[in-house]
């Protein structure tokens, strides 16, 4: 998402690494590899892993409302020949109000 405004001191931004070549996957990477398998139906087996997390963030019109806030993840994963990105969003999906971007041709999905 890109709308984020964490000017006000509310949310949190980090991340996290995986390098799982010839090492054991902890369950994030082997969630995410079943998750590949499943959607992807191909074999996939992770070699590297980087999961970014934004938590509580509240949106670019945060300037009068900072209570309506977003936790999501963007997941990027590679077995050394195939990427795959997975966005996730908390359960209860996008709570900000998108109607009040200031740009009228919003899409919220994926194609």
């Keep these: 998402w890109d709308d984020a405004d964490f000017s006000r001191g509310v949310g949190t931004t980090f991340y996290q690494e995986f390098l799982t070549l010839n090492t054991a996957k902890p369950p994030f990477v082997n969630d995410v590899e079943a998750k590949i398998r499943r959607y992807m139906r191909t074999s996939y087996s992770a070699v ?31 077995d050394g020949f195939r990427s795959y990105v997975l966005i996730l969003y908390q359960d209860g999906g996008m709570r900000w109000d998108y109607s009040q971007l200031s740009a009228a041709n919003v899409l919220i999905g994926y194609s």
């Design 48 to 78: 590297w892993t980087l999961r970014i997390t934004w938590e509580k963030a509240p949106a670019h019109t945060a300037r009068t409302d900072t209570r309506k806030t977003n936790t999501y993840q963007a997941v990027l994963t590679t």
